[in-house]
């Protein structure tokens, strides 16, 4: 079975703080994991990908296989991070999400 | 990657009603699927939604409180049938495709009174 854990429902970091958002996945076969960010009144749009290994809005994801985690970091925490985020994982040809977790950046 | 279009954006109904969301994507996609995200909660995947057969639902859901049809490789559509308040909630819309991953629609918000 596919399981995304996402251990923390709410997050709140000051600007130009680091931020880390932890995700922990299971899976049997070779997952492949997306971080996935909603804004408010927007729809849910791709972050970043494990196999691209790209950065974006500053966002980094490392995949860790012996931890089973795919935590979501940022050096530098901007105020229009503030969304929902979601950690979600690819296997069996199905997407299965994380419960989230909802960063505030405070100024 | 693909554009998703979905309707209606938002309805109210009444309870013992039924509703269809459609689901357009502008291109060609390999996979489209249907979700659910009911308030303060994540998205929970109701079935893939398998062109010209059956869908694959996921447990806890099945065909005839949920069925859901795909005649070709870009449109689909979502039945809720027999509505109560409880599944009052937000319906999405997603497609995926081999060079883009996963794109999602922006969503029909049910309220079901």
């Known amino acids: 079975a596919q399981r995304v854990t996402q251990p923390e429902k709410l997050l709140s970091v000051f600007k130009g703080a680091p931020v880390e958002l932890k995700c922990n996945y299971s899976?049997?076969?070779?997952?492949?994991l997306f971080w996935y960010v909603q804004y408010s009144r927007q729809r849910l749009q791709l972050l970043l990908r494990?196999?691209s290994r790209e950065s974006i809005k500053g966002f980094t994801a490392d995949l860790n296989k012996g931890e089973t985690s795919f935590h979501l970091k940022k050096p530098f925490a901007q105020e229009e991070d503030s969304a929902m985020y979601y950690c979600?994982?690819?296997?069996?040809?199905?997407?299965?999400f994380g419960q989230g977790t909802r960063l505030t950046i405070n100024p | 990657s693909a554009v998703i279009s979905q309707k209606p954006s938002r309805d109210i109904c009444q309870r013992g009603t039924s509703l269809t969301i459609q689901c357009q994507v502008d291109?060609?996609?390999?996979?489209m699927f249907w979700y659910r995200q009911q308030p303060g909660q994540s998205l929970t995947l109701i079935a893939t939604a398998n062109q010209g057969s059956e869908a694959t639902y996921e447990s806890g859901f099945v065909i005839d409180k949920f069925p859901i049809s795909r005649p070709n490789l870009t449109f689909s559509t979502l039945t809720v049938s027999n509505m109560s308040p409880e599944d009052s909630s937000i319906y999405l819309c997603s497609g995926a495709g081999r060079n883009y991953g996963y794109t999602f629609g922006s969503g029909t918000r049910l309220t079901v009174v």
């Open positions: 979600a994982l690819q296997g069996a040809q199905k997407l299965v």
């Open positions: 899976y049997s076969g070779s997952p492949e």
């Open positions: 291109s060609q996609v390999t996979m």
């Open positions: 494990h196999i």
